[in-house]
């Protein structure tokens, strides 16, 4: 059985019981229980708080978990991480009052900035040669300017709606943070092995998410400089039509260069494009 720990609550946590979900594992989820268990995988899951999850893993409480990358940075648990996840991007930024003055972080010498994350403040502080005061606090950071307690806050970014909210504009960002898989570094030949079928799964609707599965019809003398065009995972599948001198082909198209692509093979002779989503993708 391998545990894993993921935050109790917040975007972080919807998107990291997605995850599983969609690596076709089952579980009981409530916000009333701090774990479940898997009844079709072994695996147990724990609900704690984030910034509590690098210690329990690096303990050897859990097996393996899922925190942003900027908690994880901040614990000085680096050591832990597996590989970056690509969901719950944010940022960790600098934010001042939005009638304040600021032309660059030289502005902030010998102010007062108050954050949840004092060590990666300091770092970029002195990494731009700046003096400040960082006054660490809990929750309800974007309120410390309002109050006099500070000059600007450094705190979690998504959206930025909650600064505005606040009077607050963005200045600066400090530190990119997204969703990190993190394992014990001493986990036994059968925990290690529960996490590569995890991984192998994860790897699957990673690939799925960033992959979109394409048919089209075409004349014949089109499908070389159609099949030229699509990258597929090794090479289109091309299958003849009922109708003489056409034939259908089949394809992965990666979902970044997809528009560019489907205006080329239309402008090649393309018809009748469907596009569909792609579940899983093993390769």
Request: aromatic residues 4%.
């Amino acid at each position: 059985m391998l545990r894993l720990a993921i935050q109790k609550s917040g975007r972080l946590s919807e998107d990291s019981l997605n995850l599983i979900r969609e690596c076709g594992i089952s579980f009981i989820s409530s916000t009333l229980k701090l774990k479940t268990e898997s009844t079709n995988f072994p695996l147990e899951i724990l609900f704690l708080r984030d910034d509590d999850i690098p210690g329990y893993v690096a303990d050897g409480v859990a097996d393996i978990g899922i925190v942003g990358e900027n908690v994880l940075v901040e614990e000085g648990k680096q050591q832990l991480a597996v590989e970056k996840l690509g969901f719950s991007k944010c940022r960790l930024s600098l934010a001042v009052p939005k009638g304040a003055s600021y032309d660059s972080v030289q502005d902030l010498d010998g102010k007062n900035i108050a954050t949840s994350y004092p060590n990666l403040l300091q770092a970029y502080l002195q990494e731009n040669g700046v003096t400040a005061q960082i006054h660490t606090i809990s929750g309800s950071v974007e309120i410390a300017p309002s109050i006099g307690l500070a000059d600007a806050i450094c705190d979690i970014v998504s959206s930025g709606s909650t600064l505005i909210s606040n009077g607050l504009r963005e200045v600066e960002r400090v530190f990119k943070s997204e969703a990190v898989l993190i394992a014990n570094e001493n986990l036994n030949a059968e925990k290690k092995q529960i996490l590569e079928k995890l991984l192998f799964r994860i790897h699957s609707v990673q690939r799925a998410q960033k992959a979109k599965y394409i048919l089209l019809n075409a004349p014949n003398e089109s499908i070389s400089e159609i099949s030229a065009l699509l990258p597929g995972v090794k090479s289109p599948t091309i299958l003849p039509l009922a109708e003489e001198g056409w034939s259908s082909l089949h394809s992965v198209v990666n979902e970044d260069d997809f528009w560019e692509i489907i205006e080329k093979i239309k402008d090649a002779g393309a018809q009748g494009i469907l596009v569909v989503p792609i579940e899983k993708m093993i390769i």
